[in-house]
């Protein structure tokens, strides 16, 4: 009973279907891992085991009547608690949506439930997706399941603690500017950012909307190539979203590196740790030796990624978050009647330090006389970032590249410091203001026994390449992790 919750989502996907495993045996197992292991860990927000059994066994009758709603009946998945789903709380980790019950599904989440998946809301996060580290939730600090003196990267820090520590198979996240992709990394599992507009926004709660897609964690390949085709697709609720190109996760095949071109950055020009820059150079040069033909790209642009993410980002959330006012959604301060003052108090009680902080910043960008100066200016230069990308691509397959500067770091290590925190997202924010897709995938682990990731992108909607590459990259022995058993 115990070792079903270290099978893969492949292995227990096989097994639900050949009919060896019930959807019950497995969702016990994983509830008796979460009893034992979350404490630690935290991943979870909430966790309503008796709501959850239940959809497990509906599952199974489901099976026993020959009325399964697809291959994918009765697996069970973790959603980040900003994504919607009815009935539930959606609280984005964040104070000012404590008792905010949610009164619709997603189309992620309807896609999921159609498909009859059973659902373990809520994972954890930074408050309103905003951080790397999951220590700006109200709520609580989420920990690494290698090492729980550390974080296990954010904002999506619970969706992956949740995966790695062995407490799901799979699970969702969202990426404004690299979500999914530095956690994945920092907790040795993989985790996709698709295109933007390949998967519907609808009932994600917003953060920076020209930015922010929802995407899958999984303990294997195959959780996320059939996430990506489940998720995907054109949404009359979401106009960004497209039609282009449908994923296939059957005509996705593993890619030989034989005359590859694969875009390559030269490591001297960034901070990584050594362990990080040794593994990236000698994956490298494992796939030079299968025949791949590695391409120095000029990265320099890369150096505005940040201060343009951090411009963008913020103007988009000041927007975004003034919804919430105390009157419409949420915390509700009673004040001595001044309409002003009930919006202030209820934002004030409401908003953690550091959505404040960019509430402020992207208030004062966006405000007339700094508005050319820092948001026209801001977005000038990712028109230039996503150009960048577009000229790669006339010469590369595939991009490859750490996912993270460094592995895990300490809880409370870099609280002191916004500006360090936000200089880590180096490598996958100008993915999303090119609006690419990009993948992070295991790459062993470090002297400390840390997870290392990689990076790969592609172009826009290139996701069937994108996983081609992951998984030819996911058999590379350099590359392999097992899961931690115990967490200490
Ligand atoms: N770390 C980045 C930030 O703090 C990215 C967050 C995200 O992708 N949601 O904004």
């Not at 891992?33 to 959809?55: C, G, P, T, Y």
């Not at 989440?109 to 999951?134: H, Q």
């Not at 299968?290 to 993410?309: C, M, N, Q, R, T």
């Amino acid at each position: 009973m115990k070792d079903l919750i270290f099978l893969t989502y492949s292995e227990i996907k096989k097994r639900l279907n050949e009919g060896s495993l019930s959807s019950e045996e497995l969702v016990s197992a994983y509830l008796e891992r979460i009893n034992a292991v979350d404490s630690k860990l935290k991943a979870f927000l909430e966790l309503n085991q008796e709501k959850i059994l239940k959809q497990a066994k509906e599952s199974d009758d489901r099976r026993k009547n020959g009325k399964l709603l697809s291959e994918f009946d009765g697996i069970p998945i973790g959603i980040k608690d900003n994504i919607c789903i009815t009935g539930e709380v959606t609280s984005c980790s964040s104070k000012i949506l404590e008792n905010f019950v949610s009164p619709y599904d997603a189309t992620v989440i309807s896609k999921l439930k159609d498909k009859g998946f059973v659902l373990f809301p809520r994972l954890n996060m930074d408050e309103f997706a905003m951080g790397s580290s999951t220590e700006n939730s109200a709520y609580q600090t989420s920990k690494n399941p290698f090492d729980s003196d550390r974080i296990p990267g954010g904002s999506s820090g619970g969706s992956a603690a949740a995966v790695a520590g062995s407490m799901l198979p799979i699970s969702l996240g969202s990426d404004t500017g690299g979500s999914i992709r530095q956690p994945a990394s920092l907790c040795g599992i993989w985790g996709l950012k698709p295109t933007y507009g390949r998967v519907s926004r609808y009932g994600l709660v917003a953060y920076a909307s020209s930015l922010d897609q929802i995407g899958p964690f999984s303990n294997d390949m195959d959780g996320i190539s059939d996430l990506l085709e489940i998720l995907s697709g054109i949404d009359s609720k979401d106009q960004t979203t497209s039609k282009v190109n449908q994923f296939e996760s059957k005509s996705m095949n593993e890619i030989d590196w034989k005359g590859k071109k694969i875009g390559i950055m030269k490591t001297e020009d960034f901070n990584f740790s050594p362990d990080v820059n040794a593994r990236y150079l000698e994956i490298l040069k494992t796939l030079e030796g299968k025949g791949a033909e590695l391409v120095p790209l000029d990265f320099s642009l890369l150096k505005y990624a940040i201060p343009v993410y951090y411009l963008i980002a913020t103007a988009e959330c000041s927007s975004n978050l003034s919804r919430f006012d105390g009157i419409r959604y949420g915390l509700r301060k009673e004040t001595s009647g001044k309409l002003d003052d009930l919006y202030s108090e209820s934002r004030s009680a409401g908003f953690g330090k550091e959505v404040k902080r960019r509430i402020l910043l992207g208030t004062f960008s966006l405000s007339s006389g700094y508005y050319d100066a820092y948001y026209g200016k801001a977005q000038k230069a990712r028109v230039l970032i996503r150009k960048q990308y577009a000229e790669f691509f006339k010469t590369v397959d595939v991009i490859l590249q750490p996912t993270s500067p460094t592995t895990a770091f300490k809880v409370g290590e870099k609280t002191k410091d916004p500006i360090q925190m936000y200089q880590a997202d180096i490598l996958t924010t100008s993915v999303n203001l090119a609006g690419v897709p990009a993948i992070s995938c295991p790459a062993g682990l470090d002297q400390n026994g840390l997870p290392i990731g990689v990076q790969l992108t592609t172009s826009h909607f290139d996701e069937n390449k994108l996983l081609g590459f992951a998984k030819s990259l996911s058999k590379l022995d350099i590359c392999q992790i097992s899961l931690p058993k115990e967490i200490k």
